[in-house]
């Protein structure tokens, strides 16, 4: 059973202030992970893709990968109230693969 | 920049009707995939579809679910005989099929209500 554990939150971080969003996922043949924004009744949205260990930096955004401890995580630098919103982890094996969520954090940032 | 659609945004029905939802995918993705997120939950797989046929299907994808490309444009869930668990988010997705680029693009979704 592929498992993709996120703590559901909430976290709570003051503007300005860098978010850090954890993820743990449970097959180790996962190949590609992904993090989605979703906004209260709206559709997942893509922010990030990772698809090897190390850091990838996208403007505010910087996803990280260790796949020996099959952690990934989401760093958000200069908060903003507009980042408001649940974050959800998801991973595939292969392309073309189904993903598997996470339950999602959500991310209150406090004007 | 281009979008998946899905049609109606929102669907009442009772139960044991049947439902399709459709979606118009993006015109030069190969794969597509339907979800549901039924509220508070998390977002659940039920079915991938690629070469018009299902690549791979859920737990949750029983025969009552079914899927087409009817025109080669639009795709479209069915549920023969809706219950009231079917109440649900169900979004459609597309990856444009490049190995490289294998990331999914999730429509804005159709609101599900079973009554």
């Known amino acids: 059973q592929k498992e993709v554990e996120q703590n559901s939150g909430p976290l709570s971080v003051p503007e300005g202030a860098i978010a850090s969003l954890n993820c743990t996922y449970s097959d180790r043949v996962s190949q590609s992970f992904f993090w989605y924004r979703q906004y209260s009744g709206k559709s997942p949205e893509l922010i990030m893709s990772?698809?090897?260990?190390g850091d990838k930096e996208d403007g505010r955004f910087t996803a990280q990968l260790n796949k020996a401890s099959q952690y990934v995580s989401l760093l958000i630098r200069d908060s903003q109230p507009s980042d408001s919103a649940t974050y959800l982890c998801?991973?595939?094996?292969?392309?073309?693969?189904?993903?598997?969520f996470g339950g999602g954090t959500r991310l209150m940032v406090k004007p | 920049e281009p979008e998946v659609t899905q049609t109606p945004s929102h669907q009442v029905t009772q139960m044991g009707q049947e439902v399709i939802l459709r979606c118009v995918p993006i015109s030069n993705h190969l794969y597509f995939y339907w979800y549901r997120q039924i509220l508070g939950q998390k977002v659940e797989f039920l079915v991938s579809f690629y070469n018009n046929e299902i690549s791979e299907k859920s737990e949750i994808f029983d025969d009552q679910f079914s899927v087409e490309r009817p025109d080669g444009s639009n795709f479209t869930l069915k549920i023969r005989s809706t219950k009231l668990e079917d109440s649900a988010m169900y979004f459609c997705a597309n990856m444009l099929g490049q190995r490289k680029y294998n990331e999914q693009f999730f429509g804005p979704g159709t609101r599900l209500t079973v009554l």
């Open positions: 990772i698809y090897s260990n």
């Open positions: 998801a991973v595939n094996n292969n392309a073309g693969n189904m993903l598997t």
